[in-house]
């Protein structure tokens, strides 16, 4: 409902024609706010979308409401030159006054939408100004990511809009519509470099039907493609080769386009640089590894087998995958299991290959999936180690995958098991808590191997028994409990969220999340394992013979300066009030010694010595819930 003015031949409201006379307005700013009208929209480059209000032109004032600033008053002056009239129909205004007619438009033909938006942008816009014309408003964030994916697809084959090269690039709409084939061929005749061929070769391999009644077309293309082809092939042989490969797929949709005569083929190029295979495959996306694959038969006649088989050592799971195929598709499966079990039996195996292994299971080489298998796995993560490799796959999969060992071990005879779990205690590759969640998970499977565990550490697990108060051990069994039931799986609804972000190679939120699993992990084997052989205690009626736990000692140092210690439990500390952990530097000296004995404390600088004068037993019991701070798990004892 617009107010109505009355306009002078000069195109100015009466109110805006007074305010001129009166001079409390120029022309210049007149003919602006003309523009600018109560009822009318507008925006500004800080406050965004908003409704002008109410004009005040004797004091020279203009009321706009803003999303976040209602009623907000602007000097007329001020007001004319940082406004941006909008008309009614204008995106922004159909965005704030009607949204619902736009979702339907973006729902029923998502291109006349996009037009709209060029239109009212002057004509071309970025990806990222149709995305704050829309959202939010008509839709949230994900939403217009969802639309704008598919409406994507369809602004392709539409001639309508002139396509970026790049992300950063605008949309633009076209005075004239350009048939969608045709704009891909062009595409392709205007790249200049080989990288800009290959991508706009890569575009028109995903839009071959939008070509079809081109062949005219096509077929003086595929004659510029190889001539690419050729050109690229000294310098750069996998782009050549991704060049021939778009060749192909054109040649195999449209059976009636011919190849040169002396044109190049994939088997050309890589009979050409038989030294350079792997290189032009690490070149290549993962996608088209299969189709170089392909064209080593043609390439190597008999010997495509010896040059496959040479690339597995420095293959990653998919090439392998698909070399391990090639060779089923030719019927020599046998060749490629006598390689891979020779490897093994040599211990020369990569760690990427046995990871494929491990995950497929018996799926192709069940013979291979063995107590042999996993010795290959130790001596793979062991020279890994000696590699100094930061991180390995390798054992995340033997740690994580919690069947893994078994399954390796299904089937295997005492004395072979025994030697695997022999293996495992043996190799400097996995760390000590690591090495007990493994054993543990052969142990369940042949319980006898149990032997070979207390057998050989009885004495050390004795020795390893940890002292603690009762209240220390709550708090430890708690901080498991939240450990298990709230910290890890929040980290692996954290790990799972970051799965959906792409492409996990370079997804830094997925690795900070697997690396706090392994913390994690690590956290409960400690904890789990102190647990086990913590011995809880209220330090009644210790021993004042010597110090022990338990008890108060006071000492007299060489200065003459008094100080008194208390000894309590493992995981006991109050610094404050003198109190330490039997296992820390302070109390390992105290340990054992007699009334007038002079020991040595661990000190700043080196040591101090002090003479014990009285030992007395601890009797507070209630101050371990109040005072006392249980100490960290995995957390080192000092002091």
Not at 9 to 15: A, D, I, K, L, S
Not at 61 to 89: C, G, N, R, W
Not at 173 to 198: C, I, K, M, W, Y
Request: aromatic residues 6%; hydrophobic residues 40%; proline residues 4%.
């Amino acid at each position: 409902m617009s107010r109505v003015f009355s306009v002078t031949t000069e195109g100015m409201t009466e109110e805006l024609a007074q305010a001129v006379e009166s001079g409390n307005l120029d022309k210049k700013t007149a003919d602006k706010l003309a523009r600018l009208t109560p009822e009318s929209y507008c925006t500004h480059k800080s406050w965004g979308f908003g409704l002008v209000t109410e004009w005040n032109l004797p004091i020279g004032q203009v009321t706009i409401d803003f999303k976040t600033k209602k009623s907000h008053p602007m000097q007329a002056v001020y007001a004319a030159e940082t406004l941006t009239p909008i008309p009614d129909d204008h995106i922004l205004a159909q965005r704030e006054t009607n949204p619902e007619s736009v979702r339907e438009l973006a729902k029923s033909d998502s291109s006349a939408l996009v037009k709209k938006v060029l239109a009212d942008f002057g004509g071309k816009a970025t990806s990222d100004q149709i995305g704050c014309a829309l959202s939010p408003g008509v839709f949230d964030a994900a939403g217009f990511k969802r639309w704008w994916d598919s409406a994507r697809k369809k602004l392709k084959s539409d001639g309508r809009f002139g396509m970026p090269a790049k992300k950063t690039d605008p949309y633009v709409l076209l005075e004239t519509p350009v048939n969608s084939g045709t704009r891909l061929l062009d595409g392709f005749r205007n790249a200049r470099h080989t990288r800009d061929q290959v991508v706009a070769l890569e575009e028109i391999s995903k839009s071959l039907d939008d070509l079809t009644g081109s062949q005219d077309e096509l077929q003086a293309v595929i004659t510029l493609i190889e001539e690419a082809a050729q050109r690229a092939r000294r310098i750069s042989p996998a782009a050549a080769i991704e060049i021939l490969i778009a060749r192909d797929d054109l040649m195999q949709k449209f059976p009636q386009l011919q190849g040169g005569a002396e044109s190049p083929t994939i088997a050309n190029i890589i009979a050409s640089e038989p030294g350079k295979l792997g290189q032009i495959l690490e070149s290549i996306p993962g996608s088209k590894e299969k189709r170089v694959l392909e064209a080593l038969e043609p390439a190597y006649g008999e010997e495509w087998g010896d040059k496959a088989i040479a690339l597995l050592p420095s293959a990653g799971a998919r090439l392998i995958s698909d070399i391990c195929r090639l060779f089923e598709r030719h019927n020599r499966k046998e060749q490629f299991q006598a390689t891979v079990e020779k490897w093994i039996s040599e211990r020369s195996i990569s760690s990427e290959m046995l990871i494929w292994l491990c995950k497929e299971r018996d799926k192709r080489f069940p013979a291979l999936f063995n107590a042999e298998l996993l010795a290959a796995v130790f001596s793979a993560l062991e020279a890994d180690l000696l590699a100094e490799k930061r991180t390995s796959r390798l054992k995340d999969l033997l740690i994580d995958d919690g069947e893994l060992v078994g399954d390796l071990l299904i089937g295997a005879s005492r004395d072979v098991v025994r030697d695997s779990m022999r293996k495992l205690m043996l190799t400097p590759a996995i760390e000590d808590l690591s090495k007990r969640s493994l054993m543990a998970r052969i142990v369940k499977l042949y319980p006898d191997t149990q032997s070979m565990i207390t057998g050989a550490h009885q004495e050390d697990e004795k020795a390893d028994n940890l002292v603690v108060s009762w209240a220390s051990l709550e708090k430890r069994k708690a901080e498991l409990d939240n450990l298990i039931t709230k910290e890890i799986p929040q980290n692996l609804r954290d790990i799972n969220i970051a799965k959906e972000q792409g492409d996990l190679r370079e997804n830094a939120g997925f690795k900070a999340a697997k690396e706090h699993q392994r913390v994690l992990q690590r956290r409960r084997a400690e904890m789990e394992h102190d647990l086990v052989i913590a011995r809880g205690t209220n330090f009644e009626n210790p021993s004042t013979a010597t110090v022990s736990i338990g008890t108060i000692v006071s000492l007299k140092g060489e200065d003459g300066s008094k100080e008194t210690f208390t000894i309590l439990g493992a995981w006991d500390s109050a610094p404050d009030l003198a109190i330490v952990s039997y296992k820390a530097g302070v109390g390992q000296a105290l340990l054992g010694a007699a009334k007038g004995t002079t020991v040595e404390l661990p000190a700043e600088n080196g040591t101090r010595k002090a003479t014990v004068e009285s030992i007395v037993a601890f009797t507070d019991i209630n101050l371990l819930t109040s005072k006392i701070h249980i100490i960290p798990a995995g957390m080192a004892i000092a002091g």
